[in-house]
């Protein structure tokens, strides 16, 4: 069955095996021991530390091992943010940055500071001119991540850590998904990272914090990794996620891997809107990570999508709010202002077979077919030229993507100039109407008020 998620977590990569099981008989003591065994533990601890500096590009000083990639972005968010409080209380981060930035930014402001959030394209991607002009005198902290985890955007991070230098605030970015396609370039401040993203174990996590950067960890402490992760680690996971991205970062076959997932998603990135008709792939075409690719379909349950995909033997994940473990709108496609609905992300692991993906392919226009049938969905959008001058479709109580299918219904029941007003008390709406007029080249004119839910009002304009 092919694993079509890899950005969620890689498959435990050989080389990370054999270190676990190596490191479970010679690294199972306490490594601030002094016997034997704890010389012996913390001979492999210090190998794993220089071997993940190695690969980070920085000194094994600045690097701690963190109980997750999560963990470790909220350490090094409370830490800088504590270490400068006399310089202000202001965090300013991307509006795509993952959800633990997220959780710790707004505990950040409940606890009494201030943050501001960077817009970015229809690509999601950020303007390094947008970082320049939101700095202000007060912000303490700027997190931008190197690439974007639902949709694999890569960010200007080498001119953002310029700017951000210039202006002497740190900068912390999140490198999870693109640490093991190389080092993450310019001169960033801090910097997290998670082993089940590269093949290691989960329950793993990096944390650099670069010298000169001031640091103020917060919370329980004790004499472990520089007094910023405390407790005692789980040393063969941290060895077999160390050699793992060891293992990819020194073999001369990876470059040659990347290219080859590259051209895979290619093939999905253009073949996927030629196959199934009213489809979205969104994500920066150029600045992108090699292995990842998302699109949206219009008209479709993402829950059902994704349960039709498994059935046919398929493991992908999806951004979209029309699944049952997501209750509001993903929060990068809605800073993208993309469909949400019907989203479906495609990340492929090392080693993917070609025949795979064509079989992907394959069985994707059948899948989108039957969702779309069984929820009634128009077959074409739009209609005659003439109509009544305005319809109001009533779709309070309908979840993701009935409003849609619904104003799709209507929408060639107006004439060109008419406009549909739909009621709908579905969050979702919110992003898919606007995102839905986009695609159709219909105008969004925008919201009104109603005695239940909200209207959303649509011109037709094709």
């Keep these: 069955m092919p694993y079509f998620d890899a950005a969620s977590a890689a498959p435990l990569h050989p080389v990370a095996r054999e270190a676990l099981l190596a490191s479970l008989d010679e690294g199972w003591a306490d490594p601030a021991r ?24 920085c000194r094994p000083d600045e690097l701690v091992f963190t109980p997750s990639g999560t963990q470790a972005v909220h350490s090094a968010l409370s830490g800088a943010l504590a270490a400068r409080r ?28 201030t ?9 999601g991607r950020v303007a390094a001119g947008a970082v320049a002009a939101a700095l202000t005198p007060d912000t303490a902290l700027v997190a931008v991540q190197s690439a974007n985890h639902e949709v694999g955007t890569e960010q200007p991070v080498q001119e953002v850590a310029a700017l951000c230098r210039e202006a002497e605030v740190p900068l912390l970015v999140d490198a999870a998904q693109s640490l093991p396609w190389g080092p993450v370039p310019g001169d960033w401040s801090l910097l ?22 001031r640091f103020a960890p917060q919370g329980a402490r004790d004499e472990r990794e520089s007094g910023r992760s405390p407790g005692f680690g789980n040393l063969p996971a941290i060895v077999a996620g160390v050699a793992a991205l060891r ?29 199934v ?36 033997g398929f493991s992908v994940s999806s951004g979209s709010s029309c699944t049952s473990s997501t209750l509001t709108p993903s929060h990068v496609l809605r800073a993208m202002g993309v ?49 009544a001058e305005a319809v109001t479709v009533d779709a309070l109580g309908m979840n993701c993507p009935l409003p849609v299918i619904e104003l799709a219904k209507a929408i060639g029941r107006v004439r060109l100039g008419g406009t549909v007003t739909v009621l709908s008390d579905d969050e979702v709406a919110a992003v898919d109407i606007p995102a839905w007029c986009w695609t159709q080249h219909q105008e969004y004119v925008g919201t009104e008020a109603a005695d239940q839910g909200v209207a959303y009002v649509v011109r037709r304009s094709v």
Excluded at 86 to 113: F, Y
Excluded at 254 to 275: C, G, K
Aim: hydrophobic residues 40%; aromatic residues 4%; charged residues 25%.
């Design 34 to 57: 002094l016997y034997r065994e704890g010389r012996r533990a913390r001979l492999l601890l210090d190998a794993a530390r220089e071997a993940a500096a190695e690969a980070v590009g």
């Design 86 to 113: 006399r310089v202000g209380r202001r965090l300013l981060h991307s509006a795509v940055e993952h959800s633990s930035v997220l959780h710790a930014a707004q505990a950040h402001e409940a606890a009494g500071g």
């Design 115 to 123: 943050r501001a959030e960077i817009a970015v394209d229809r690509g």
């Design 277 to 312: 008709p009213e489809v979205e792939v969104v994500g920066d075409p150029v600045h992108r990570l090699p292995h990842v690719v998302t699109f949206s379909c219009l008209y479709v349950d993402g829950e059902s999508l994704l349960h039709e995909l498994d059935r046919s």
């Design 192 to 213: 997290t990272a998670s082993s089940h993203k590269w093949g290691g174990p989960p329950g793993v996590g990096l944390l650099v914090v670069r010298k000169g950067t």
């Design 339 to 387: 469909l949400s609905e019907g989203n479906v992300r495609v990340s492929l692991p090392y080693g993917t077979a070609e025949a795979d993906v064509d079989r992907f392919l394959e069985v994707l226009p059948r899948v989108v077919g039957g969702v779309r049938e069984k929820l009634g969905a128009p077959v074409v959008a739009g209609g005659a030229a003439e109509g």
């Design 247 to 275: 293992a990819l970062r020194s073999d001369p076959g990876t470059a040659a891997e990347a290219a080859r997932l590259r051209a895979l998603v290619d093939r999905i990135r253009t073949r996927v809107p030629e196959l």
